[in-house]
């Protein structure tokens, strides 16, 4: 089953979870909003995109963060800050079992999910 993962009500959400219906590709939603995410799950994440894809560093969540957590950011801090502001998490991801797609571009659901 394939899983996205995000925060239910942001806009590239819905446009990623439209594009999922309007293609009937079934799949999970897990909003690490209401549900968090686990140390584990963004290991793994790391290991396949690495922590550099997987921080938003344009929202307002980056921004709001002290200088000294910016200025000092490494793959371990990454991994705390990012389960500690799910909000710092690039929107959406997308585990298909096979790959990882971070954010949401219509072509490459297409090139990936579609035969």
């Known amino acids: 089953m394939i899983k ?3 925060i239910k ?3 590239t959400m819905k446009k990623a979870i439209k594009w999922l219906n309007d293609n009937g590709v079934e799949h999970e939603l897990h909003d ?3 549900l968090g995410i686990d140390q584990a799950t963004l290991e793994q994440w790391i290991a396949q995109v690495g922590w550099e894809v ?3 560093k344009r929202g307002t969540t980056w921004r709001k963060l002290p200088d000294s957590d910016k200025d000092s950011i490494n793959e371990a801090n990454a991994t705390k800050l ?3 502001h799910t909000s710092m998490i690039k929107r959406p991801v997308l585990d298909t079992g096979e ?3 971070v954010g949401f571009k219509a072509e490459e659901y297409q090139r990936c999910l579609k035969p």
């Open 9 to 11: 009500h942001c806009d």
């Open 4 to 6: 996205i993962y995000g």
């Open 99 to 101: 790959q990882l797609l």
């Open 82 to 84: 990012m389960q500690l």
């Open 32 to 34: 690490y909003k209401k």
């Open 54 to 56: 997987l921080v938003n």
